[in-house]
């Protein structure tokens, strides 16, 4: 077995290697520190006082474009991620996979906020990064009691989750002062910058490197907290900023050592922890395995046999046979800089016209004349004639030939990208286009937005709801109970170890809204009228079916506020009393004679049968729901009960 200082050899070695390592002349490094200059409209450097600094937009033009299309396929439906059974028998575990995935992505982490930085990180600077882990860290909350009696300081004092400080006595009685332990784990999704990720320069993908990891700049208190011994990183030197261009571009508005320690605190001393997954051959057998291993100065500071890595990498645009490919930004970059000199230029060209220069003599005043005003007079000495004394030189006018080879950058722009002057808003002759032609426009942009949202979905928002069913199933210890639209929910992820009954399909809808929308209208149309024909092939839950994906497609995510479910008995206990109702408060209002009027109470009797029937129904339906939910708890006891006889543990909900 390899001990940790040539473990730390062949780490150190890797990382010096890695592609984005903050060492001498990371080419990514500059250029997407290059990039993020382009975004914010920074000067190129080469500008002229007294001429024109104008830095147009293209970069930013694009990423802001694509940005919130590709938002919109992932977040306009109701579940971000969806897992489907690969047999009938698992579709409930299916279900509540779905369910449970999308409320840890949405609720327990911000999903839309994550989305949107990784999706931009992957437009402007190649990649966007998304790491998944289990917290099971403890969360503290400091708290005092004041005046406690023996009795009540007994009870604190007994409490697992309360850890006292400090115990004074006073005239009240005791003051106690301590923290709340509260230690739940959870799956915990966040943002890694694109500037920290680390990966082999041989790698071809980001599923399977040979090494990656993120390196990251950490306080010597943040990592006593991670869990790491105090006394090694009490021993570890403090590093000094190694110069990371992007961030000093990210971060342009701010002065500069913004992340040093400006005190004599050593526990706010800034140490780079590397987190990194290595394949190597630790145990000598022959062959590698996949570690993960925590690495700063040079030291090992802990390390782990694992069986993947957490990153989760989304490229825009993949090049193949190698991790990194390139992003939209990188392709207008030079067409930024091509139509700033344009436009630069015509700024100028218009300057000359309007303030020419001209051939003077020492008969003119010069102060009249370097002071160009609107009106303003040049004066002249002596009588001769003034056209000896000034003279114009003339500027022809290039503002034509200028704005045609502006035009030409910006249809460049729209061939590389897809992003047109149609998707941004700004064409203003498109109302004088044929609708074909805005059509075919919309459509090819769309094509491209629509092929990257489709790789970002299998190679990172996929994997992202595939491991957060998996660390779940490996570390919640117990069943847990969730809000879900306002209802509670149960759910045991311990029963889906070692399962992989399921697969997860991510960017539902990712077509044409308005297209969708319309193709489930006349679907719904079709299906109304072979009900009306009596015809079997659609019945009632299919119909709702179709509503359920229109209500989804049009932005909306509650169905049940709008359409009943024709397998839930309350649902359809309520609108059949609503319907019956009706059609007695009709009858009444047609009564014209006695007979009408005994008809109407023959009609009152049978609806008050027919509504009495139904409700009878509905109580033994509800009758059988609740048994079948004893039967699964007393399932889930016994499951229970088995874990804790195997584990020799306590588990809780147990029958033991």
């Avoid at 004092?157 to 400090?166: A, L, T, V």
């Avoid at 004394?389 to 729209?414: A, F, K, N, W």
């Avoid at 998996?470 to 879900?484: D, H, R, T």
């Amino acid at each position: 077995m390899l001990n940790d200082s040539e473990i730390a050899q062949i780490v150190g070695a890797e990382e010096r290697q890695a592609l984005g390592y903050l060492g001498e002349g990371s080419q990514i490094q500059k250029n997407r520190a290059t990039l993020i200059d382009y975004y914010n409209q920074k000067p190129f450097g080469d500008e002229v006082d007294g001429l024109s600094k104008i830095v147009t937009s293209d970069v930013s033009d694009v990423v802001e474009t694509m940005l919130p299309q590709l938002l919109e396929i992932f977040t306009q439906s109701k579940y971000t991620a969806k897992f489907t059974a690969t047999e009938e028998q698992y579709k409930d575990e299916a279900e509540v996979k779905t369910v449970f995935s999308n409320w840890v992505f949405n609720e327990q982490n911000s999903g839309v906020l994550t989305l949107h930085n990784m999706f931009k990180d992957a437009l402007l600077q190649y990649t966007g990064c998304v790491k998944v882990t289990w917290d099971d860290s403890e969360e503290l909350k400091a708290d005092q009691f004041k005046g406690l009696s023996e009795i009540e300081l007994f009870k604190l004092q007994s409490d697992p989750n309360f850890k006292i400080k400090k115990i004074q006595e006073s005239d009240d009685g005791v003051d106690v002062e301590g923290e709340w332990i509260n230690k739940t784990g959870k799956v915990c999704i966040e943002n890694v910058p694109p500037d920290e990720l680390l990966v082999a320069r041989r790698a071809r993908d980001f599923i399977d490197p040979p090494f990656i990891g993120q390196r990251t700049p950490r306080t010597r208190s943040e990592l006593i907290q991670m869990g790491f011994k105090k006394k090694v990183v009490q021993s570890l030197s403090k590093d000094e900023d190694p110069g990371n261009e992007v961030k000093i571009a990210r971060n342009w508005d701010l002065e500069e050592n913004y992340e040093e320690n400006p005190t004599n605190d050593r526990s706010k001393d800034v140490i780079w922890l590397g987190e990194y997954y290595i394949k190597m051959d630790a145990d000598e057998d022959g062959i590698s395995e996949l570690w993960q291993v925590f690495y700063a100065n040079g030291k090992v500071l802990e390390k782990n046999r694992v069986e993947s890595h957490p990153f989760c990498v989304a490229v825009p645009i993949p090049i193949p046979h190698r991790a990194i490919g390139t992003c939209p930004a990188d392709q207008v970059a030079d067409l930024q800089l091509l139509k700033s000199t344009l436009v630069r230029q015509m700024l100028n060209n218009i300057y000359s016209t309007n303030f020419n220069r001209v051939v003077a003599n020492e008969r003119v005043d010069l102060d009249d004349l370097l002071t160009p005003r609107p009106g303003g007079v040049v004066r002249v000495e002596g009588n001769g004639p003034i056209g000896d004394s000034v003279y114009p030189l003339q500027t022809v006018s290039q503002v034509p030939g200028i704005l045609q080879g502006i035009d030409y950058t910006d249809t460049m722009r729209e061939i590389r990208t897809g992003v047109t002057r149609y998707s941004q808003g700004v064409d203003t002759e498109a109302l004088n286009k044929t609708a074909e032609a805005y059509a075919g426009q919309r459509n090819s942009s769309q094509s491209r937005v629509n092929m990257i949202a489709r790789i970002f979905a299998d190679t990172a928002v996929k994997r992202i709801f595939e491991k957060i069913v998996e660390l779940a199933s490996k570390y919640q210890a117990e069943p847990m109970q969730i809000q879900v639209h306002g209802r509670p929910l149960n759910i045991d992820p311990t029963q889906w170890r070692y399962k992989t009954h399921c697969h997860v399909n991510v960017g539902i809808g990712t077509g044409e809204r308005r297209e969708k929308i319309a193709n489930l209208s006349y679907f719904i149309g079709e299906m109304k009228a072979l009900i009306e024909m009596g015809l079997p092939i659609v019945d009632s839950k299919k119909l709702y079916n179709a509503y359920d994906k229109l209500v989804t497609e049009v932005g909306l995510k509650e169905t049940s506020l709008y359409f009943n479910d024709p397998e839930i008995p309350q649902e359809q206990l309520i609108a059949e009393i609503e319907r019956l109702t009706r059609e007695n408060q009709a009858i009444k209002q047609q009564m014209q004679n006695p007979l009408a009027e005994a008809e109407a109470i023959k009609q009152e009797a049978t609806t008050q049968r027919e509504i009495a029937k139904i409700r009878e129904k509905a109580m033994v339906d509800q009758a059988k729901l609740i048994q079948d939910q004893m039967q699964h708890d007393d399932q889930i006891a016994l499951e229970l009960t088995k874990i804790e006889a195997d584990t020799n543990k306590n588990v809780t909900g147990s029958l033991i």
